[in-house]
């Protein structure tokens, strides 16, 4: 594997954050927002399998319930935006506890086979749930201000916030695999 000089990876990065500041101007904020939601999926699935060498095929059963589960929380039960995501994560550690206690004792296709039934379940749940939405999914989650200060109804401002939120997470993925717990 071919590695890049320090000099070369500053200014690879800095060309990255520059188009991903200029990127709302040019293109359409909502589709870049689903974009960098599911980049962070993809590195999150990337860190699993290709460092944990776990093949899960229930990893979206965590993204959606905490979709699910922040979006009822700020539609349903009128919670500001932060508590809404906050509750989404709890929710996904919480559902990932419980299947992980069950799925990482075992290995290999077991364990895949495992983390498919759980997301299956999960699925039908998302489908039969009244609060879910069914097919049609949680409509007219209202945008209110995040933490009292950011506007996010603006899809400017969303881009950036999620932008932020994408930018922590990948950060957290690039600490724990250099870290000395992840070289483990």
Known sequence: MKHFSPLTVKVLLAV?????LCAPFVLYPQFLIEVLCFSLLAAALNLLVSYAGLLSFG????FGAAGYAAAHAIKGWGFEPALGI???VVVASVMGAATGTLAIRRQGIYFSMITLAFSQLVYFLALRLPFTG?????QDVPRRAMFGLINISDNLSMYFVVLAFT????L???RIVYSPF???
């Open 16 to 20: 990255c954050i520059c188009m991903l």
């Open 134 to 138: 069914g097919e049609d999914g949680l």
């Open 86 to 88: 906050l509750i989404g």
């Open 172 to 174: 957290a993925i690039h």
């Open 59 to 62: 990893h979206a059963m965590f």
């Open 182 to 184: 992840g070289q483990v």
């Open 167 to 170: 930018a922590f997470g990948f």
